[in-house]
């Protein structure tokens, strides 16, 4: 039965390339622009450079923003940064901005990158060691305020 299935596959894909593993993809896609450091994110920023943070609220939540950056979930990026898009975000002006798009630790971010240099950003590059490493670094940090469910620090009459 699986001959028959590798049989039919063949046919319908002839010159279909074996899958490829997450590790052997991200060295594929990571060899296709230069990755930066934090300090290199820092100062790209100084000079124009837009932070894109697409970490999940939780992580944002727990650990705090890069004050500055665009907050945009992974789900929603490409949308949101297409400088032809409808849904773009204002700061998508056009193809020559520089994007440096910062995960939690560097991974999801450079398969991010893919896409937006796919869409024509060819500036796109990703924080090596993500917003980890932007923390573990000393740069900036503010962190999340929800004052609405805060309620540590609250005491009758104050």
């Known amino acids: 039965m699986s ?3 590798n049989t039919i596959r063949d046919e319908v894909v002839p010159n279909a390339s074996p899958p490829l593993g997450i590790d052997e993809l991200l060295e594929r896609v990571r060899a296709g622009y230069d990755r930066i450091g934090p300090p290199e994110a820092a100062a ?8 894109v943070d697409i970490r999940y609220a939780a992580l ?20 949101r940064l297409d400088p032809r898009g409808s849904h773009r975000a204002a ?3 056009g193809h020559d901005l520089q994007v440096v798009v ?5 991974y ?33 940090v503010t962190p999340t ?10 005491t009758p009459g104050t």
């Not at 305020?145 to 609250?154: G, V």
């Open 108 to 140: 999801a971010s450079s398969l991010a990158v893919a896409s937006l240099r796919q869409l024509g950003l060819h500036r796109a590059t990703d924080l090596i060691g993500g917003f980890q490493a932007w923390r573990a670094a000393g740069l900036p």
């Open 91 to 93: 700061e998508a002006v």
């Open 3 to 5: 001959e028959d299935r």
């Open 102 to 106: 910062v995960c939690n630790e560097g």
């Open 44 to 51: 790209a920023a100084e000079a124009g450079a837009l932070l």
């Open 60 to 79: 944002r939540d727990r650990d705090g923003l890069i004050p500055g950056a665009l907050v945009v979930e992974r789900n929603e990026l490409e949308w």
């Open 145 to 154: 305020c929800h004052p609405e469910s805060d309620t540590r620090n609250l």
